[in-house]
Antibody, heavy 119, light 110 residues
């Protein structure tokens, strides 16, 4: 059974850096073709793809947020970490991590974690 | 890259069919056969319903089908059931390992 779970702060202040962790089980990020991505969803709004990390440590970012994002992995802990700098209230959203088993879709999703940006 | 365009809402009576469109450009929907569709119930995580334009993952009812023509992809739900009432999002590969999602469509079962 494949599971993913997001963890991190529920509240961050403007200008701070957000760090979110995705802990997964049921698959390996060393398997060729596999990736773990981050997608967010502001309250009442649409999904937005943020970043993707591949089994070979290749990393891809949304062009509009590339300068603020970093994605890394700890294979031994089955974790993928997303950092987003210079947080703003418009970044308030539920952040999901999801598995990409092969190009180009996400087949398993975490429950999501709501992050509120407010002073 | 801009979000793919979906109608805000769609509806149908139980047993009827509803089709949702997803319009992009030749750089995303029109350029690749990598359109996927996700169902999302309130306060839940998205669920993959269709991938690679018209492939269904195991466990997804065959009432759900996908297609594509030019820069527009479509999701059809046949034989609507109450549990199909949800938000639906399309997504497409957009080249250079980028992904783009649609604006979302709320499906109501009348």
């Amino acid at each position: 059974q494949i599971t993913l779970k997001e963890s991190g702060p529920t509240l961050v202040k403007p200008t701070q850096t957000l760090t979110l962790t995705c802990t997964f089980s049921g698959f390996s990020l060393t398997t060729s073709g596999v990736g773990v991505g981050w997608i967010r969803q502001p309250p009442g709004k649409a999904l937005e793809w943020l970043a993707l990390l591949y089994w070979d440590d290749d990393k891809r970012y949304s062009p509009s947020l590339k300068s603020r994002l970093a994605i890394t992995k700890d294979t031994s802990k089955n974790q993928v970490v997303l950092t987003m700098t210079t947080m703003d209230p418009v970044d308030t959203a539920t952040y999901f991590c999801a598995r990409r088993p092969r190009p180009y879709y996400f087949d398993s999703w975490g429950q999501g974690t709501l992050v509120t940006v407010s002073s | 890259q801009s979000a793919l365009t979906q109608p805000p809402s769609a509806s149908g009576s139980p047993g009827q069919s509803v089709t949702i469109s997803c319009t992009g450009t030749s750089s995303d929907v029109g350029g690749y056969n990598y359109v996927s569709w996700y169902q999302q119930h309130p306060d839940k995580a998205p669920r993959l319903m269709i991938y690679d334009v018209n492939e269904r993952p195991s466990g997804v009812p065959d009432r759900f089908s996908g297609s594509k023509s030019g820069n527009t992809a479509s999701l059809t739900v046949s034989g609507l059931q109450a549990e199909d009432e949800a938000d639906y999002y399309c997504s497409s590969y957009a080249g250079n390992n980028n992904y783009v999602f649609g604006t979302g469509t709320k499906v109501t079962v009348l």
